[in-house]
Protein backbone atom coordinates (compact mmCIF):
# COMPACT_ATOMS: atom_id res chain seq x y z
CA UNK A 1 0.00 0.00 0.00
CA UNK A 2 1.55 3.21 -0.72
CA UNK A 3 1.68 6.24 1.79
CA UNK A 4 -0.54 9.01 2.12
CA UNK A 5 -0.81 12.08 4.81
CA UNK A 6 -3.52 12.17 7.04
CA UNK A 7 -6.25 14.32 7.26
CA UNK A 8 -6.86 16.12 10.85
CA UNK A 9 -10.77 16.15 9.84
CA UNK A 10 -11.28 17.02 13.84
CA UNK A 11 -10.05 20.10 13.46
CA UNK A 12 -11.28 21.19 9.80
CA UNK A 13 -11.70 25.17 10.27
CA UNK A 14 -14.02 26.91 8.48
CA UNK A 15 -11.97 29.94 7.11
CA UNK A 16 -14.05 33.22 7.16
CA UNK A 17 -13.09 34.46 3.30
CA UNK A 18 -14.41 32.19 0.82
CA UNK A 19 -11.37 31.72 -1.22
CA UNK A 20 -13.58 29.91 -4.31
CA UNK A 21 -14.25 33.70 -5.26
CA UNK A 22 -10.90 34.22 -5.92
CA UNK A 23 -8.57 32.75 -8.35
CA UNK A 24 -6.89 29.78 -6.94
CA UNK A 25 -3.53 28.26 -8.22
CA UNK A 26 -2.46 25.14 -6.55
CA UNK A 27 0.75 23.56 -6.21
CA UNK A 28 1.59 20.06 -7.13
CA UNK A 29 0.88 18.18 -9.91
CA UNK A 30 -2.46 17.62 -11.62
CA UNK A 31 -4.01 20.20 -9.48
CA UNK A 32 -5.50 22.72 -11.96
CA UNK A 33 -8.79 22.44 -12.01
CA UNK A 34 -10.84 25.14 -13.46
CA UNK A 35 -11.70 27.52 -9.79
CA UNK A 36 -14.06 30.05 -11.28
CA UNK A 37 -11.98 33.10 -12.20
CA UNK A 38 -13.45 36.07 -10.11
CA UNK A 39 -15.96 36.94 -7.86
CA UNK A 40 -18.11 39.04 -11.10
CA UNK A 41 -18.50 35.25 -12.84
CA UNK A 42 -19.93 33.24 -9.59
CA UNK A 43 -22.20 35.86 -9.16
CA UNK A 44 -23.22 36.16 -12.66
CA UNK A 45 -24.71 32.25 -12.29
CA UNK A 46 -26.79 33.47 -9.92
CA UNK A 47 -28.30 36.29 -10.90
CA UNK A 48 -29.04 34.43 -14.06
CA UNK A 49 -30.98 32.35 -11.52
CA UNK A 50 -32.73 34.61 -9.03
CA UNK A 51 -34.73 37.48 -9.96
CA UNK A 52 -36.74 38.22 -6.76
CA UNK A 53 -40.11 36.96 -6.48
CA UNK A 54 -39.97 34.86 -9.66
CA UNK A 55 -39.15 31.34 -9.80
CA UNK A 56 -35.60 30.36 -10.62
CA UNK A 57 -35.26 29.48 -14.98
CA UNK A 58 -33.09 26.46 -13.17
CA UNK A 59 -33.11 25.06 -16.84
CA UNK A 60 -31.11 28.13 -17.99
CA UNK A 61 -28.59 27.85 -14.71
CA UNK A 62 -25.19 25.97 -16.06
CA UNK A 63 -21.68 27.14 -16.19
CA UNK A 64 -18.48 26.17 -18.39
CA UNK A 65 -16.30 23.66 -16.51
CA UNK A 66 -12.36 24.85 -17.82
CA UNK A 67 -9.46 23.36 -17.08
CA UNK A 68 -6.64 20.74 -17.53
CA UNK A 69 -7.97 17.21 -17.73
CA UNK A 70 -7.64 14.82 -14.77
CA UNK A 71 -5.70 11.82 -16.34
CA UNK A 72 -4.97 8.35 -15.12
CA UNK A 73 -1.35 9.60 -14.88
CA UNK A 74 -2.19 12.26 -12.01
CA UNK A 75 -3.86 9.58 -9.86
CA UNK A 76 -2.01 8.45 -6.51
CA UNK A 77 -1.75 4.43 -6.69
CA UNK A 78 -4.54 4.29 -4.07
CA UNK A 79 -7.75 6.18 -3.81
CA UNK A 80 -6.66 7.08 0.04
CA UNK A 81 -3.92 8.78 -1.04
CA UNK A 82 -5.68 10.52 -3.90
CA UNK A 83 -8.66 11.52 -1.56
CA UNK A 84 -6.49 12.95 0.97
CA UNK A 85 -4.80 15.02 -2.04
CA UNK A 86 -8.28 16.13 -3.09
CA UNK A 87 -9.57 16.80 0.18
CA UNK A 88 -6.69 19.42 0.59
CA UNK A 89 -7.03 20.96 -2.39
CA UNK A 90 -10.69 21.68 -1.27
CA UNK A 91 -9.78 23.40 1.93
CA UNK A 92 -6.65 25.22 0.06
CA UNK A 93 -9.82 26.61 -2.20
CA UNK A 94 -11.86 27.99 0.94
CA UNK A 95 -14.88 25.18 0.28
CA UNK A 96 -17.20 25.44 3.76
CA UNK A 97 -17.02 22.26 5.57
CA UNK A 98 -15.31 20.31 2.44
CA UNK A 99 -15.50 17.50 5.19
CA UNK A 100 -19.65 17.54 5.05
CA UNK A 101 -21.05 14.59 2.34
CA UNK A 102 -23.80 13.18 1.38
CA UNK A 103 -24.67 9.43 2.71
CA UNK A 104 -27.13 7.44 1.22
CA UNK A 105 -28.41 4.85 2.42
CA UNK A 106 -31.47 2.36 1.87
CA UNK A 107 -33.45 0.14 3.83
CA UNK A 108 -33.71 -3.52 3.36
CA UNK A 109 -37.02 -3.03 1.37
CA UNK A 110 -35.19 -0.95 -0.82
CA UNK A 111 -36.40 2.41 0.05
CA UNK A 112 -33.47 4.83 -0.46
CA UNK A 113 -32.32 7.85 1.86
CA UNK A 114 -29.84 10.51 2.03
CA UNK A 115 -28.59 13.28 4.54
CA UNK A 116 -25.60 15.41 5.06
CA UNK A 117 -23.24 13.86 7.75
CA UNK A 118 -19.26 14.97 8.53
CA UNK A 119 -16.11 13.01 7.54
CA UNK A 120 -14.13 12.90 11.42
CA UNK A 121 -11.82 9.77 9.88
CA UNK A 122 -10.08 8.41 6.82
CA UNK A 123 -7.61 6.46 6.21
CA UNK A 124 -7.15 2.65 4.71
CA UNK A 125 -10.09 1.69 6.67
CA UNK A 126 -12.33 3.57 5.21
CA UNK A 127 -14.25 7.05 5.90
CA UNK A 128 -15.60 7.44 9.49
CA UNK A 129 -18.73 9.85 10.77
CA UNK A 130 -20.79 10.03 13.81
CA UNK A 131 -24.26 9.82 14.48
CA UNK A 132 -26.83 8.37 16.39
CA UNK A 133 -27.25 4.05 15.63
CA UNK A 134 -31.12 4.40 16.38
CA UNK A 135 -31.46 7.51 13.76
CA UNK A 136 -33.00 6.28 10.45
CA UNK A 137 -30.18 5.71 8.68
CA UNK A 138 -28.40 3.83 11.75
CA UNK A 139 -31.62 1.80 11.51
CA UNK A 140 -31.27 1.42 7.40
CA UNK A 141 -27.29 0.40 8.46
CA UNK A 142 -28.24 -1.97 10.70
CA UNK A 143 -31.07 -3.50 8.21
CA UNK A 144 -28.64 -3.00 5.14
CA UNK A 145 -24.86 -2.41 5.99
CA UNK A 146 -24.41 -0.49 2.68
CA UNK A 147 -23.98 2.84 1.98
CA UNK A 148 -22.95 5.61 -1.01
CA UNK A 149 -20.49 8.82 0.12
CA UNK A 150 -20.63 11.95 -1.71
CA UNK A 151 -18.34 15.09 -1.37
CA UNK A 152 -19.85 17.64 -3.72
CA UNK A 153 -17.02 20.47 -3.70
CA UNK A 154 -18.79 22.11 -6.73
CA UNK A 155 -16.92 25.24 -6.53
CA UNK A 156 -14.12 23.57 -8.09
CA UNK A 157 -16.06 21.50 -10.19
CA UNK A 158 -15.09 18.28 -8.45
CA UNK A 159 -17.30 15.53 -6.63
CA UNK A 160 -15.80 12.09 -4.81
CA UNK A 161 -18.03 9.46 -5.15
CA UNK A 162 -17.84 5.92 -2.64
CA UNK A 163 -19.33 3.40 -1.62
CA UNK A 164 -19.06 0.26 0.47
CA UNK A 165 -20.10 -1.92 3.43
CA UNK A 166 -20.46 -0.35 6.78
CA UNK A 167 -19.20 -1.52 9.93
CA UNK A 168 -19.21 0.46 13.18
CA UNK A 169 -16.26 1.84 14.92
CA UNK A 170 -14.76 0.13 18.07
CA UNK A 171 -16.86 1.66 21.14
CA UNK A 172 -12.88 2.94 22.41
CA UNK A 173 -12.97 5.01 18.91
CA UNK A 174 -16.34 6.22 19.27
CA UNK A 175 -15.55 7.33 22.92
CA UNK A 176 -12.64 9.27 22.62
CA UNK A 177 -13.87 11.08 19.95
CA UNK A 178 -16.88 11.49 22.03
CA UNK A 179 -15.13 13.03 24.94
CA UNK A 180 -13.04 15.38 21.83
CA UNK A 181 -16.72 17.04 21.33
CA UNK A 182 -17.49 20.18 22.96
CA UNK A 183 -19.80 20.00 26.25
CA UNK A 184 -22.91 21.11 24.27
CA UNK A 185 -22.79 18.90 21.35
CA UNK A 186 -22.24 15.84 24.33
CA UNK A 187 -25.38 16.77 25.70
CA UNK A 188 -27.08 16.99 22.50
CA UNK A 189 -26.18 13.91 21.44
CA UNK A 190 -28.02 12.63 24.96
CA UNK A 191 -30.91 15.09 23.93
CA UNK A 192 -31.86 14.15 20.26
CA UNK A 193 -33.28 11.16 19.70
CA UNK A 194 -32.61 11.51 16.34
CA UNK A 195 -35.11 11.18 13.26
CA UNK A 196 -37.82 10.26 16.11
CA UNK A 197 -40.71 12.44 15.69
CA UNK A 198 -40.75 15.47 18.96
CA UNK A 199 -44.15 17.45 20.22
CA UNK A 200 -42.22 20.65 19.80
CA UNK A 201 -38.83 23.00 20.57
CA UNK A 202 -40.14 23.35 24.26
CA UNK A 203 -40.33 19.35 24.70
CA UNK A 204 -36.57 19.34 22.88
CA UNK A 205 -35.19 22.11 25.16
CA UNK A 206 -36.35 20.80 28.10
CA UNK A 207 -34.91 17.47 27.43
CA UNK A 208 -31.81 19.27 26.87
CA UNK A 209 -31.70 21.43 29.87
CA UNK A 210 -32.81 18.35 32.62
CA UNK A 211 -29.86 16.39 30.78
CA UNK A 212 -27.60 19.33 31.65
CA UNK A 213 -28.54 19.34 35.17
CA UNK A 214 -28.06 15.93 35.29
CA UNK A 215 -24.55 15.71 34.03
CA UNK A 216 -22.99 19.40 34.72
CA UNK A 217 -19.67 18.32 34.03
CA UNK A 218 -18.47 15.02 32.79
CA UNK A 219 -21.02 13.42 30.06
CA UNK A 220 -21.09 9.52 29.41
CA UNK A 221 -20.56 8.86 25.95
CA UNK A 222 -24.25 7.10 25.12
CA UNK A 223 -23.87 3.66 23.72
CA UNK A 224 -27.37 3.99 21.19
CA UNK A 225 -24.11 6.95 19.71
CA UNK A 226 -21.22 6.09 17.83
CA UNK A 227 -19.09 5.79 14.60
CA UNK A 228 -19.82 4.16 11.42
CA UNK A 229 -16.80 3.45 8.70
CA UNK A 230 -17.63 3.08 5.09
CA UNK A 231 -15.31 0.76 3.80
CA UNK A 232 -14.64 1.64 0.54
CA UNK A 233 -14.81 -0.57 -2.00
CA UNK A 234 -15.24 1.76 -4.91
CA UNK A 235 -13.90 5.75 -4.72
CA UNK A 236 -14.70 7.53 -8.02
CA UNK A 237 -12.71 10.85 -8.86
CA UNK A 238 -15.04 13.40 -11.11
CA UNK A 239 -14.02 16.72 -12.47
CA UNK A 240 -15.60 19.18 -14.79
CA UNK A 241 -14.77 19.17 -18.26
CA UNK A 242 -15.38 21.23 -21.43
CA UNK A 243 -18.80 20.32 -23.10
CA UNK A 244 -19.70 18.04 -20.41
CA UNK A 245 -16.81 15.80 -21.07
CA UNK A 246 -16.12 15.45 -17.83
CA UNK A 247 -13.42 12.89 -16.47
CA UNK A 248 -14.20 10.30 -14.06
CA UNK A 249 -11.80 7.84 -12.64
CA UNK A 250 -12.41 4.89 -10.98
CA UNK A 251 -10.44 2.88 -8.32
CA UNK A 252 -12.13 -0.57 -7.42
CA UNK A 253 -11.38 -3.23 -5.66
CA UNK A 254 -10.11 -6.57 -7.13
CA UNK A 255 -8.18 -9.27 -5.76
CA UNK A 256 -6.19 -7.23 -3.18
CA UNK A 257 -5.50 -4.69 -6.25
CA UNK A 258 -6.97 -0.85 -6.96
CA UNK A 259 -7.95 -1.38 -10.48
CA UNK A 260 -8.67 1.80 -12.41
CA UNK A 261 -11.53 2.56 -14.80
CA UNK A 262 -12.63 5.50 -16.90
CA UNK A 263 -16.06 5.85 -16.98
CA UNK A 264 -18.23 7.58 -19.44
CA UNK A 265 -19.43 11.12 -18.68
C1 LIG B 1 -23.47 20.31 7.33
C2 LIG B 1 -24.22 19.24 8.10
C3 LIG B 1 -23.50 18.35 8.87
C4 LIG B 1 -24.15 17.34 9.58
N1 LIG B 1 -23.40 16.44 10.27
C5 LIG B 1 -24.01 15.41 10.88
C6 LIG B 1 -23.23 14.38 11.50
O1 LIG B 1 -21.98 14.38 11.47
N2 LIG B 1 -23.90 13.37 12.12
C7 LIG B 1 -25.27 13.32 12.14
O2 LIG B 1 -25.82 12.38 12.73
N3 LIG B 1 -26.02 14.26 11.54
C8 LIG B 1 -25.42 15.31 10.91
N4 LIG B 1 -26.18 16.25 10.27
C9 LIG B 1 -27.67 16.12 10.31
C10 LIG B 1 -28.11 15.08 9.25
O3 LIG B 1 -28.09 15.67 7.96
C11 LIG B 1 -29.50 14.50 9.52
O4 LIG B 1 -30.45 15.52 9.67
C12 LIG B 1 -29.51 13.64 10.77
O5 LIG B 1 -28.34 12.86 10.90
C13 LIG B 1 -30.73 12.70 10.76
O6 LIG B 1 -30.69 11.91 9.61
P1 LIG B 1 -31.57 10.56 9.46
O7 LIG B 1 -32.92 10.87 10.05
O8 LIG B 1 -31.64 10.32 7.98
O9 LIG B 1 -30.86 9.47 10.19
C14 LIG B 1 -25.56 17.26 9.54
C15 LIG B 1 -26.28 18.16 8.75
C16 LIG B 1 -25.62 19.13 8.04
C17 LIG B 1 -26.42 20.06 7.17
Redesign the pocket.
Known amino acids: MSRYRRVNLTSTVVVGCPGYLRNAVYPGRGCCVGVLSSAQEYRSVDSASHTEGSAPDLAALRRAYEGRPLLESDLAADPIAQFTAWFAEAEAAGIP?PN?MIVATSSLGGRP?A????LKDVDARGFV????YE????RDIAENPRASLLFPWHPIRRQVRIEGRVVRVSREESAAYFESRPYGSRIGAWASR??AVVGSREDLDARYAALAARWPDDVPAPDFWGGFRVVHAEVEFWQGGVDRMHDRLRYRASEGQWLVERLAP
Do not use: P
Open positions: EASRTVLFYTNSRKGQS
